[in-house]
T-cell receptor, first 113, second 114 residues
């Protein structure tokens, strides 16, 4: 099973409110990633977990948090959503190794009003 | 970091003809180049990839070429079908043995006209 699951598929949030998105995989992958994708733009890496080590991109460091309570689950947390957070959020996972295939989930479409 | 440029952003071809998408990258340390296809409402799926020890790879109507000297790689779809219509993303991975950080191109919307 190469399925990466994401919940919810759609999320409506109010400006200033927190948002928590969930990703899971049962492939025992060491690395899990979160990307933000806006229309007509490339998926942009926000952060990734290698095992228990969190790596956040410098330009999104303060905007997103994440937790990985176990190997299968990874969350993306926005403490205070702004309009600019409206986007598709894609989770992916891969085995350890810089050249291993990343398997993507179906994404969560977040709309902030 | 890495920067990946992908062209064209929109590509329309007639069924049965070929389609080509080109990408360039900046980081000479990048050594893994996957291509993803994303259909409407679906998640991106890997369709083919090439590593830096190869110059050409072919599978099921797809050909990828890699020119390391020019830092350029390309996807060629031969005998296109309406089912090939989708968004295509190229990506480059930095040389890192522990994690596969991908830098994506902006995508190409391919439409195959019957």
């Amino acid at each position: 099973d190469t399925t990466v699951k994401q919940n919810p598929r759609y999320k409506l949030a109010r400006v200033g409110k927190p948002v928590n998105l969930i990703c899971s995989q049962t492939m025992n992958h060491d690395t899990m990633y979160w990307y933000q994708k806006k229309p007509n733009q490339a998926p942009k890496l926000l952060l990734f977990y290698y095992d228990k080590i969190l790596n956040r991109e410098a330009d999104t460091f303060e905007k997103f948090q994440s937790s990985r309570p176990n190997n299968s689950f990874c969350s993306l947390y926005i403490g205070s959503a702004g309009l600019e957070y409206s986007a598709m959020y894609l989770c992916a996972s891969s085995r350890a190794g810089g050249q291993d295939t990343q398997y993507f989930g179906p994404g969560t479409r977040l709309l902030v009003l | 970091g890495e920067q990946v440029e992908q062209l064209p952003s929109i590509l329309r071809v007639q069924e049965g003809s070929s389609a080509s998408i080109n990408c360039t990258y900046e980081n000479s340390a990048s050594n893994y180049f996957p291509w993803y296809k994303q259909e409407p409402g679906e998640n991106p799926k890997l369709i083919i990839d090439i590593r830096s020890n190869m110059e050409r790879k072919q599978t099921q109507g797809l050909i990828v070429l890699l020119d390391k000297k020019a830092k350029r790689f390309s996807l060629h779809i031969t005998d296109t079908q309406p089912g090939d219509s989708a968004m295509y993303f190229c990506a480059a991975s930095e040389r890192n043995t522990n994690t596969g950080k991908l830098t994506f191109g902006d995508g190409t919307v391919l439409t195959v006209k019957p």
